[in-house]
């Protein structure tokens, strides 16, 4: 009687573990080593699968524009070069870089900490831009062009380059008409930044002229109970905006 007590609890043991165990979700950050950085024009990220995950979804880029007096075409990298082009830009890189740093233990919601920074995620002109950062991996090339009235663009394993468009997640950005990644007197007009108008945009007092997008990539997915998962951030690089 005694040994068929001990059978059934051992049987019943087997059923109960799997229900209230609670899935260890994790996304990798992309390793630095995998973006290549032209200057402030271009930025090659050769992105990792994800498809080892059946929780993964795609990658999205964050971005944030600074308004700035210094007309730079370096790669911007250090403290002081990033303080050169805007205090807000300087203030912004060390708040999220405890997150960012592959070897910090700092964990959070990625996407509250950037939103919180005022990033915004970026977007495409006509295309869902989840198609050019799946969770496949793939080369991504973003491209500023130093012409003025050319359009920044990302393109997907050596296709077409396509716009960048501005969040659509803007109440009211200016200048009207024109959601581009492009330096306008209206995208500089320290009147129009402000959480109504061009909340993406840092502007500045005194001397402007030039204008910088900061980018991080991230990868995302989605847990059985409906929640996004992110992955650390990875900084892309800071491109300067061409003029129109």
Known sequence: MKYRKVIAVFFASLLVPSCGIE?????PQVPQNRITRTNNTEAVIILPSLNQYNYAQNYIIYYKIYI?????????QTSSERSNISSDLASDYSAINPY??????????????????NYFELELDGA????SLPLSGGSVRIFFPTSAGEYPTLS???GQGIRFRRSRQLISPQPVGDPYFRNTNDLSNPENSNSNINA???SRSGSTGFAY???YIVAVGLTNDFKQIFSKPTHISIFKLPNV
Do not use: C, F, H
Request: no cysteine; aromatic share 6%.
């Open 23 to 27: 899935e260890n979700y994790y996304l």
């Open 68 to 76: 700035s007096g210094e007309d730079s075409i370096a790669d911007i």
């Open 100 to 117: 960012a740093d592959p070897v910090s233990q700092s964990q959070s919601n990625v996407s509250t900490i950037l939103k919180n920074r």
């Open 128 to 131: 869902d831009i989840k198609n």
């Open 156 to 158: 997907y394993n050596d």
């Open 200 to 202: 993406d945009v840092a």
């Open 213 to 215: 997008a900061s980018m």
